[in-house]
């Protein structure tokens, strides 16, 4: 008997703007086209234009992509984000014992891999394996050297399920190869395929520049380098992978049974395209939160599908879980909806309250249809966000009851939250200091 339920592929990029992909407005590359395997998938399938992250910081986000729940809910996750400097702790991860996205597909009968980064916590209390991935490989904090695979420490940082893996390569190659190598190899049942690029997260490195690696050794944020020619060829580096493994799904006569989800984790940040928001990585601003979200599945998805849906990264592992058959845990119920009505009927649209908390600046934010509260730095706002999606006319004063009815349900939400920890920490790689503010 045929097992009609899809192959998942959830691919996520790291650090990409909302508009960086040509689907999304972006513009060429002194090389050409910078994403067209991208743009090729969002025009044979469903492209999202409201579509947000769960943080506008990466392992935040990444909590709620594994739980399929508000983020803030585990200790972790109030990391903004979790750094090297954690590398032991017994807190700071994604708890084994807690259902994930993998875990509960792999109860289903799916097969499981992550191949790219996991940033959820260390061995050996917290990894890929521990939390239901069969297979890994990649590197387990936020960011690496794309070529000696060092962590911003100066240790190592490229493993093998629980292992270390020296492995000579460009990181973005090796993450897609890697990936094309499982879909060929899965041939006897389904299989949930997570890709985690670090790209274009920096240090700016394309296919070309392993002699930066030694520039960087001592500090990967890269503050005296890169450019925006360079990071566009790292996404389509990216882009170029994700043909590959497009290639292996047609290969194995599986593309028309696969649903292929991209994403990024948070919103881009120093050589990004977010046109027309504004903001980027750790803003509550729409450029820190609001990312891409394409989905192909030819079998389901009409080619040429455009949603306004509103949706989280949380939503999308909701939905991945419905469509595999795997069962919620009651100790813990999902905060994500699934959107499979709308992959069916792009036409198909729901209420979809969202919510956010930083420590970082005191930020909040809350978005209900057109409309968004916002706080930084002590100051409220209200946006319509059909009429002004650069945040650039405050309505808070002109529209008083509606502020006051969105600030008591972010108020109300809020409440239902863990508060954030006085010993919660915020890690900046860089301010004002080496570069002027958005």
Not at 43 to 60: D, H, I
Not at 81 to 89: A, L, M
Not at 228 to 237: G, N, Q, S
Request: proline share 6%; hydrophobic share 35%; glycine share 8%.
């Amino acid at each position: 008997m045929t097992d009609a339920r899809p192959n998942i592929v959830f691919i996520v990029a790291d650090d990409l703007g909302y508009a960086d992909l040509g689907c999304y407005g972006g513009r060429d590359g002194s090389f050409g086209a910078v994403s067209p395997v991208l743009d090729r998938l969002a025009q044979n399938g469903l492209k999202l234009t409201q579509g947000y992250a769960n943080s506008p910081v990466c392992s935040p986000t990444r909590f709620a992509l594994m739980t399929a729940r508000y983020q803030y809910r585990l200790r972790g996750a109030t990391e903004e984000p979790i750094n090297s400097k954690s590398k032991g702790s017994q807190i700071l991860g994604l708890p084994a014992e807690h259902p994930s996205l993998p875990s509960m597909l792999r109860a289903a009968g799916y097969r499981t891999a992550l191949f790219g980064k996991w940033h959820l916590g260390y061995p050996p209390y917290f990894s890929p394996l521990r939390s239901g991935y069969d297979e890994f490989f990649g590197p387990m904090s936020g960011g690496v050297d794309y070529f000696s695979h060092c962590a911003n420490n100066g240790s190592h940082d490229l493993y093998a399920d629980e292992q270390e893996a020296p492995t000579p390569g460009y990181l973005t190659d090796l993450i897609s190869t890697r990936s094309a190598e499982f879909v060929r190899r899965s041939a006897n049942q389904p299989f949930f395929l997570s890709v985690h690029y670090t790209a274009p997260h920096w240090p700016w490195e394309t296919r070309d520049d392993e002699a930066v690696a030694a520039q960087v050794k001592d500090n990967l944020f890269h503050l005296h380098g890169g450019n925006i020619d360079t990071y566009r060829r790292m996404i389509h580096h990216m882009d170029e992978g994700i043909g590959w493994i497009v290639e292996a799904l047609r290969d194995a006569n599986r593309l028309d049974n696969t649903l292929i989800v991209f994403t990024s984790d948070n919103g881009g940040e120093r050589f990004s395209d977010n046109w027309p928001l504004v903001g980027g990585k750790m803003d509550l601003t729409e450029g820190g939160i609001r990312v891409p979200w394409i989905a192909h599945w030819p079998r389901v998805i009409r080619a040429g599908s455009v949603s306004e849906q509103l949706c989280m990264t949380m939503d999308w592992s909701a939905t991945m879980l419905e469509l595999g058959g795997a069962r919620a845990d009651e100790r813990y119920p999902f905060d994500g909806v699934s959107l499979a009505p709308m992959l069916h009927d792009p036409a198909h649209a729901f209420d979809r309250p969202l919510f956010w908390r930083m420590n970082h600046r005191g930020q909040r934010a809350h978005r209900t249809g057109d409309w968004k509260y916002l706080r930084v730095d002590g100051i409220d706002y209200l946006f319509n966000l059909r009429s002004d999606e650069r945040e650039r006319a405050n309505l808070a004063t002109r529209e008083p009851t509606r502020f006051a009815s969105m600030t008591t349900a972010w108020e109300a939400w809020n409440a239902s939250m863990p508060s954030i920890p006085d010993d919660a920490t915020v890690s900046l790689g860089y301010g004002t200091k080496d570069m002027p503010q958005r």
